[in-house]
């Protein structure tokens, strides 16, 4: 079949490489326009663009489906089939009935649950054991249209969203590929999505990485994870911001030995930092967690032992968010 493909992300580039290598005859792929990028902030193409270039595809980077160049762009490919990963525009009503054979997104969840931009990471943020990649066609409602095909996928206890996201992507691709086969043939049967079941998976912004101390070890180490490496988790230390790498929970490790205690049972406090040599711990509202690496503004990110020992702790030092 003719294939215009909608892409921008990393995540979006195994599902294009695998249409290159397949029957199927890409002639055209929709992706972002140049975003700025990196510490020099210079503008950058997006992964799914260069991959094309390479390719030799013809690529086009409307900054909205509805501009009528982007529309008649999409007419001159003439695609059967536009299949669509992590692309990241709206397409509008009057360009879903263009290919005969529909737009067929690439969604990393088991539909219908975590419809939306942020699956994955809320997948992780909720604590799904299973999560997976579907295959259905667009409609104008937010991912409700018909299941195309589906794979299933373990969550493991140390994913991050950047691990659960490459395995998923990976896969994926050829779902995607099978998918299409399928359609070509006429093997594919849509199955309508259930009407329970439905949760949303709305974009995780800046705010919504912050750590909350407040909140268990087991919440604080889901939050982390979930948000590495966008849009990277962080608190605030002695009012800068620093981005946090995943923790690990330490249960109820016994901290009497803690420095300062006359008690002999200290328990850190919600954010309390505790040093030894080779580790920092960090309270939390029920149980102390490992801190994995430390970014302050403007550096690199570093083991939490060597930030540590930079920035000098006091006791009982928290951090502040």
Not at 63 to 77: F, I, T
């Given at each position: 079949m003719r294939v215009v493909y909608a892409g921008t992300p990393e995540a979006a580039v195994p599902g294009l490489r695998a249409l290159l290598d397949s029957a199927h005859e890409v002639v055209g792929v929709l992706t972002r326009p140049d975003a700025r990028a990196g510490r020099g902030r210079a503008l950058r193409p997006s992964p799914v663009r260069e991959l094309a270039e390479q390719a030799g595809v013809e690529v086009?980077?409307?900054?909205?489906?509805?501009?009528?160049?982007?529309?008649?762009?999409?007419?001159?490919?003439a695609p059967d089939v536009c299949p669509v990963v992590?692309?990241?525009?709206l397409v509008p009503p009057e360009l879903l009935t263009v290919p005969p054979h529909g737009w067929v997104n690439l969604h990393f969840s088991l539909l219908p649950a975590w419809r939306g931009a942020a699956p994955?990471?809320?997948?992780?943020?909720?604590?799904?054991?299973?999560?997976?990649?579907?295959?259905?066609?667009?409609?104008?409602?937010?991912?409700?249209?018909?299941?195309?095909?589906?794979?299933?996928?373990?969550?493991?206890?140390?994913d991050t969203s950047g691990d659960l996201l490459e395995r998923l992507s990976t896969a994926g691709a050829q779902l995607l590929v099978a998918t299409l086969d399928g359609l070509e043939t006429g093997a594919v049967v849509a199955e309508p999505q259930p009407g329970d079941g439905v949760s949303l998976a709305p974009k995780i912004e800046v705010a919504d990485a912050r750590?909350?101390?407040t909140a268990p070890a087991f919440a604080v180490d889901r939050r982390v994870r979930a948000c590495t490496p966008a849009p990277g988790a962080w608190t605030t230390w002695r009012g800068e911001r620093c981005k946090l790498g995943p923790v690990e929970p330490l249960g109820t490790r016994d901290m009497s030995d803690a420095p300062g205690t006359s008690d002999g049972a200290h328990v850190l406090a919600p954010g309390e930092l505790r040093v030894d040599r080779d580790e920092v711990a960090v309270g939390t509202a029920a149980g102390p967690v490992r801190l994995g690496t430390v970014q302050p503004p403007g550096k690199r990110p570093m083991a939490a032992a060597d930030w540590a020992r930079g920035v000098r702790p006091e006791q009982g030092e928290r951090f502040d968010g």
């Open positions: 086009c980077t409307p900054r909205s489906l509805r501009e009528p160049d982007a529309g008649e762009q999409l007419r001159r490919w992590a692309y990241g525009l994955v990471q809320h997948a992780l943020l909720a604590g799904d054991d299973v999560t997976g990649a579907v295959t259905f066609t667009l409609e104008e409602g937010l991912d409700t249209g018909p299941v195309l095909g589906r794979l299933t996928e373990r969550v493991r206890p140390r750590v909350d101390w």
